[in-house]
């Protein structure tokens, strides 16, 4: 099949999103299908698409500029998406994937007129918890209401939806959409996760080999709930002066996290460590933990949870929307409440408890063997396929579940 993938957002952006949108275009241009993914330039920092002779796709890069209130971010140059929207309807498409709902969703629905393709959407972000982060300014009512009114909208123009978990799904139901969709996770290439070495990562930056540890990977804003882990970590210095919390990630939230570490003085008890290497000092970075923690009320998916599995880090995490899916049938983890109290309970269990650690490690593994990318990949191939040939919209639904 001729497959098209459309984005606002991709690396090198470290994002859910853009792990997604490698990891299935990888797996499917692996299993012979031709892809291409459309995203925005960066810049010099944009960087180029590495290859191991498997699983090559197209990257189309397109001019972008800097979204005012998210400098992270591009949004593609409206001239350069006309332009672009012109050479690409001079192709075949079996079907279109539109992953965010900026530039790229609009491109996506009128190229799928030109070209009479279906269209595909995944809802990646709960859009609802996130739009207050980044429009404070506005009241709390006010921004769900436009979040869900803009989700329906968005979801009702589109043939099919792909959510990454079943709780997201529950979510558009409560909001009145009624565009058949199908639960497919990302999954992450287990064959990426299968290294790792902590001593090595510990003895690179001074970190004693039994100093207790906690590791943490993520982006860096404020529904990640970075500093409700800082708060945690603030509660266990007591009984454990010697720990030390590791934050791998960047991000819009960093400043303050910073700042929150200094003013509970924790500077000697936390260090952060920005975007690591995603094929080396990261798989390293996650196996110097003694436990991974995670808890973001917000995550649709929860890639870094199945990471940490796969690494056999023994997890203390959250179980809410896309984590609860992850850490349901999960041995290798202790799910914790969302309070900070409850939440150090279950990380100092496990710092005091070898036996305990040894044995969530040894399970990690094997429950990250459910989330293989090759697997979610072959749902996603069926319900292109489904949209190919015009099987009805029910039919598609119930394939690919």
Same mark, same amino acid.
């Given at each position: 099949?001729?497959?098209?993938?459309?984005?606002?957002?991709?690396?090198? #952006?470290?994002?859910?999103?853009?792990?997604?949108?490698?990891?299935?275009?990888?797996? $499917?241009?692996?299993?012979?299908?031709?892809?291409?993914?459309?995203?925005?330039?960066?810049?010099?920092?944009?960087?180029?698409?590495?290859?191991?002779?498997? =699983?090559?796709?197209?990257?189309?890069?397109?001019? *972008?500029?800097?979204?005012?209130?998210?400098?992270?971010?591009?949004?593609? #140059?409206?001239?350069?998406?006309?332009?672009?929207?012109?050479?690409?309807?001079?192709?075949?498409?079996?079907?279109?994937?539109?992953?965010?709902?900026?530039?790229?969703?609009?491109?996506?629905?009128?190229?799928?007129? #030109?070209?009479?393709?279906?269209?595909?959407?995944?809802?990646?972000?709960?859009?609802?918890?996130? !739009? &207050?982060?980044?429009?404070?300014?506005?009241?709390?009512?006010?921004?769900?209401?436009?979040?869900?009114?803009?989700?329906?909208?968005?979801?009702? *123009?589109?043939?099919?939806?792909?959510?990454?978990?079943?709780?997201?799904?529950?979510?558009?139901?409560?909001?009145?959409?009624?565009?058949?969709?199908?639960?497919?996770?990302?999954? +992450?290439?287990?064959?990426?996760?299968?290294?790792?070495?902590?001593?090595?990562?510990?003895?690179?930056?001074?970190?004693?080999?039994?100093?207790?540890?906690? !590791?943490?990977?993520?982006?860096?804003?404020?529904?990640?709930?970075?500093?409700?882990?800082?708060?945690?970590?603030?509660?266990?210095?007591?009984?454990?002066?010697?720990?030390?919390? /590791? +934050?791998?990630?960047? %991000?819009?939230?960093?400043?303050?996290?910073?700042?929150?570490?200094?003013?509970?003085?924790?500077?000697?008890?936390?260090?952060?460590?920005?975007?690591?290497?995603?094929?080396?000092?990261?798989?390293?970075?996650?196996?110097? =933990?003694?436990?991974?923690?995670?808890?973001?009320?917000?995550?649709?998916? %929860?890639?870094?949870?199945?990471?940490? @599995?796969?690494? &056999?880090?023994?997890?203390?995490?959250?179980?809410? @929307?896309?984590?609860?899916?992850?850490?349901?049938?999960?041995?290798?983890?202790? !799910?914790?409440?969302?309070?900070?109290?409850?939440?150090?309970?279950?990380?100092?269990? $496990?710092?005091?408890?070898?036996?305990?650690?040894?044995? $969530?490690?040894?399970? =990690?593994?094997?429950?990250?063997?459910?989330?293989? %990318?090759?697997?979610?990949?072959?749902?996603?191939?069926?319900?292109?396929?489904? /949209?190919?040939? =015009?099987?009805?919209?029910?039919? #598609?639904?119930?394939?690919?579940?």
């Amino acid at each position: 099949m001729d497959l098209l993938m459309l984005s606002d957002v991709y690396f090198p #952006r470290v994002n859910g999103v853009s792990t997604s949108i490698r990891t299935f275009a990888r797996a $499917l241009a692996g299993k012979g299908h031709a892809v291409t993914v459309v995203a925005p330039d960066y810049g010099p920092d944009s960087g180029q698409e590495r290859h191991d002779g498997q =699983g090559e796709f197209e990257l189309v890069r397109l001019p *972008a500029r800097v979204v005012f209130f998210d400098p992270e971010d591009r949004l593609i #140059r409206a001239p350069d998406a006309r332009r672009a929207l012109d050479a690409l309807a001079r192709r075949r498409w079996d079907a279109i994937h539109i992953h965010t709902p900026f530039r790229a969703h609009a491109m996506g629905l009128r190229l799928a007129r #030109r070209a009479g393709a279906p269209t595909v959407e995944t809802y990646h972000t709960y859009f609802e918890e996130y !739009v &207050g982060h980044y429009l404070p300014w506005l009241p709390a009512p006010a921004t769900r209401f436009f979040a869900r009114r803009a989700s329906r909208w968005l979801c009702d *123009a589109v043939d099919h939806l792909v959510v990454p978990s079943e709780q997201m799904a529950q979510v558009l139901q409560r909001y009145g959409v009624r565009t058949p969709a199908s639960v497919i996770p990302t999954g +992450i290439d287990l064959a990426e996760f299968a290294g790792g070495d902590g001593a090595r990562f510990r003895a690179k930056h001074g970190i004693e080999p039994d100093r207790p540890t906690l !590791v943490t990977v993520s982006r860096l804003s404020a529904e990640k709930n970075i500093a409700f882990l800082l708060e945690v970590v603030r509660r266990l210095r007591e009984p454990f002066p010697r720990l030390l919390f /590791l +934050i791998a990630g960047e %991000g819009p939230d960093a400043p303050r996290l910073r700042r929150l570490v200094a003013e509970w003085g924790l500077d000697g008890h936390v260090r952060f460590f920005g975007n690591l290497d995603r094929r080396t000092e990261l798989l390293d970075a996650y196996r110097a =933990g003694d436990a991974f923690v995670f808890a973001s009320p917000t995550e649709t998916q %929860g890639l870094v949870l199945i990471e940490a @599995m796969a690494l &056999g880090v023994p997890i203390v995490s959250t179980a809410v @929307m896309g984590t609860a899916t992850v850490l349901r049938e999960a041995r290798s983890a202790l !799910v914790a409440e969302a309070d900070v109290d409850a939440f150090a309970g279950q990380v100092a269990r $496990l710092l005091r408890s070898p036996e305990l650690r040894a044995e $969530l490690a040894a399970h =990690g593994p094997r429950d990250a063997q459910a989330w293989g %990318g090759e697997r979610m990949a072959a749902r996603m191939e069926a319900l292109y396929a489904g /949209l190919a040939r =015009g099987a009805p919209a029910t039919a #598609r639904a119930e394939g690919a579940r």
